[in-house]
């Protein structure tokens, strides 16, 4: 069974930038397919960014396109989001998950979750 850790959340304020960390363990993972989610306070959980299916594309949730970039390196197993230009409304609980990929027009996870790291974006 997959085992998934977040890291690298913590306090930021407006404009400045956080790298996220996911490290996968316990089986054979295809980190292409790891995607990044979020659960901001009183909100639904939201995918923020995955594989597309169809070309292997990254999909981008609009409101984050331009300023969170998602990365792999296979040889550590670990997936990165690497989130540039922070806005108080990307506070929440991020979370990453295997088997996501976009389906429709948004990220969806059909395998393991990790249990996520809390940013706060605040002066």
């Known amino acids: 069974q997959v085992r998934l850790v977040e890291s690298g959340g913590g306090l930021v304020q407006p404009g400045g930038s956080l790298t996220l960390s996911c490290a996968a363990s316990g089986a054979t993972v295809d980190t292409r397919y790891i995607g990044w989610f979020r659960q901001a306070p009183g909100k639904e959980r939201e995918g923020v960014s995955c594989?597309?299916?169809?070309?292997?594309?990254?999909f981008y949730e609009d409101s984050v396109k331009g300023r969170f970039t998602i990365s792999r390196d296979n040889a550590k197993s670990t997936v990165y989001l690497q989130m540039n230009s922070l806005k108080p409304d990307d506070t929440a609980v991020y979370y990453c998950?295997?088997?996501?990929?976009?389906?429709?027009?948004?990220?969806?996870?059909?395998?393991?979750w990790g249990r996520g790291t809390q940013v706060t974006v605040s002066a």
């Open positions: 998950a295997t088997s996501s990929y976009l389906s429709g027009r948004h990220c969806e996870a059909f395998g393991s």
């Open positions: 594989i597309t299916s169809s070309d292997s594309s990254t």
